[in-house]
């Protein structure tokens, strides 16, 4: 084979290693979401997420009960896709405006921590805004 042919080659296992990778990545990140949403079933759930152009991505989660305190905090950071979610014990029973008005606080001199907790916590309370009326938003789902 010429030279060439290899190169795409390898190009061709390169590739299916990094969907590999990202398929693998996508269902912890469905795993973890779907493992928070069955444990606290009242409440309010946010993700955010903050990408580095060159630097660390982060995914934040976020769980918090009907009367605003924070239940669970995850993060995820990292640059592969071998990233896994830590959980933040010291912020649970943190009031959601605590955490609002300091996002920071978790975050120290990593600004993609801030950002990923910010839209979170936005999140939050955009779905606390939205009303509960009739439409898709009443509906059950077959698994529930």
Not at 44 to 67: C, E, H
């Amino acid at each position: 084979m010429a030279i060439w042919q290899w190169g795409l080659l390898a190009l061709g296992a390169v590739w299916a290693l990094q969907s590999l990778g990202v398929w693998l990545q996508m269902r912890h990140y469905t795993d973890v979401f779907k493992g928070i949403t069955n444990k606290y079933k009242d409440g309010y759930v946010g993700a955010g997420n903050s990408r580095g152009r060159f630097g660390k991505g982060t995914i934040a989660l976020i769980v918090v009960a009907p009367d605003l305190s924070v239940q669970r905090l995850l993060t995820m950071t990292g640059r592969s896709v071998f990233a896994k979610f830590s959980r933040h014990e010291q912020f649970e029973g943190m009031t959601l405006d605590q955490l609002r008005s300091n996002p920071a606080v978790l975050g120290e001199g990593e600004a993609g921590v801030t950002k990923a907790v910010e839209r979170a916590v936005e999140q939050i309370d955009r779905s606390r805004l939205e009303p509960k009326g009739p439409g898709l938003s009443g509906l059950k789902t077959v698994g529930e």
